[in-house]
């Protein structure tokens, strides 16, 4: 008879994936003192098989039981992993994989070429007005009176704003009162004067008169004669007196009166932002009560009615540039539209203009005039425009890439493919471009040079 436990104890606990199968007697009827401890793994085929065998035919057939559990159980083990000893030969076995061959890149070749090139400079600027300036107040205050805002159209000798100036008009009132009485006392001497030059004058025709009257009389005795003479000479001086002119206080008076005016007018005229063109106000940084240095920028006037291209660039920009250069203008905003234009100014030393100290010869940009008005080609201030300036041109020039040449240590060289041959040559190049370089010796037509 054969039974199947898995009975546990404190001492002892089977595994529960172990089957023991106890032979206690064959088919004689003899007893058999020995039992079989069978573990598979619990997922094998053979292992559930012969669970569900022992399940059904245990009772059945003993004899017959046990070869067919043997029989199971040895082809499950058939079906296990192979042990190590077994992996390891079979490892040796297999056949490496190869490392496959590193693939050599091959380097691009060049044709010497016969053409032409251009040598251009390419540069960004922006679309700005000709008469642009800065405005600020050349004395320090506080913020009276803000009479235009920003983007407002202005004209010539308008106010903008203006400081707190309640005393300095007080003041002009009392100087132009000043200078009002200074010049009425002297019109009223001059009217004075020139009455009294008058009467003085008509005194002395009339004693010359009656000189002259008493020479002719021979009744008159000589001291009536020599009386009228004296009065003669007395009118006489009567009217080289007069002929000095007016009291000179008088007229230092009016001076004086006249340059308190002037100065009181010309501290109101620093303390005030004036428009010193037509135009518009591209900013303006002021608020009523807000305090102010002098000279500092607070507002941008522009004429936008005249436009021009405005760039800065750099040094080495401008040393190939000079004024009266052909520019051709592309507008960013409209890649289609080619524009053409002159350049106009170069900033000092690179241009015409001078050292000086004023707003236009202080401007380090670049300025450019367009051939097209902005009504025709419609751009704006502001744009963004692309200028490209041609500034040599060649034709039938041999010509490689720039990356077909080389550089070590000062020395520029291509390497020339001769068949399987290779060699290096020194050349002499001109027009250097982005795309194209000009080879003015070393190299000839045809020839293939190896890149880099």
Not at 125 to 138: N, P, S, W, Y
Not at 236 to 242: A, G, K, T, Y
Request: net charge negative.
């Amino acid at each position: 008879m054969i039974k199947s436990h898995n009975r546990r104890s404190p001492a002892h606990r089977v595994p529960p994936n172990i089957l023991h199968l106890h032979l206690l007697g064959d088919s004689s009827g003899k007893s058999l003192s020995k039992s079989l401890s069978i573990t598979p793994q619990k997922s094998s085929v053979p292992f559930l098989l012969l669970k569900m065998w022992y399940g059904t035919f245990l009772g059945k057939h003993k004899l017959l039981g046990i070869t067919l559990a043997l029989t199971f159980f040895i082809s499950g083990c058939a079906l296990l992993p192979a042990n190590r000893t077994q992996q390891i030969a079979t490892d040796e076995d297999a056949t490496p994989t190869p490392i496959p061959t590193r693939i050599v890149a091959r380097k691009p070749t060049y044709t010497v070429k016969l053409g032409e090139i251009i040598d251009e400079l390419t540069f960004s600027g922006r679309i700005a007005a000709v008469d642009q300036k800065d405005l600020f107040f050349r004395t320090s205050g506080r913020v009276r009176a803000l009479f235009f805002e920003r983007n407002d159209v202005v004209k010539a000798g308008d106010i903008i704003a203006e400081l707190e100036i309640d005393n300095l008009e007080r003041e002009l009132i009392s100087a132009n009162l000043d200078l009002e009485r200074a010049e009425v006392r002297l019109e009223t001497a001059l009217r004075d004067l020139g009455y009294e030059q008058e009467t003085a004058q008509a005194n002395l025709d009339i004693a010359q008169l009656q000189l002259s009257l008493l020479r002719r009389q021979t009744s008159a005795s000589p001291e009536d004669i020599a009386i009228q003479e004296r009065r003669t000479d007395m009118a006489q001086i009567s009217v080289d007196r007069l002929s000095n002119g007016i009291d000179q206080l008088l007229e230092n008076d009016v001076a004086r009166a006249k340059l308190e005016v002037a100065k009181l007018e010309k501290a109101i005229t620093d303390a005030r932002i004036t428009a010193p063109f037509d135009g518009q106000l591209k900013s303006v940084s002021l608020l009523a009560g807000q305090a102010v240095e002098a000279y500092d920028n607070v507002a941008v006037i522009a004429d936008v009615e005249s436009l021009e291209i405005s760039a800065d660039l750099l040094s080495n920009q401008m040393d190939n540039l000079e004024e009266g250069m052909i520019t051709s203008v592309t507008l960013v905003s409209r890649p289609g539209l080619l524009l053409e234009g002159t350049v106009r100014r170069l900033p000092f030393p690179y241009g015409g203009s001078s050292a000086g100290s004023t707003v236009e010869d202080l401007d380090k940009s670049t300025r450019i005039t367009l051939d097209q008005s902005a009504a025709e080609a419609g751009y704006e201030e502001g744009d963004l425009v692309r200028i490209i300036v041609e500034l040599e041109r060649k034709n039938d020039v041999l010509w490689l890439p720039p990356q077909a040449l080389r550089n070590f240590d000062g020395r520029r060289f291509a390497v020339v493919q001769d068949g399987d041959a290779q060699s290096r040559v020194d050349v002499t190049v001109g027009i250097q471009t982005t795309e194209k370089v000009e080879i003015e010796e070393g190299l000839e037509e045809g020839q293939i040079v190896i890149g880099q």
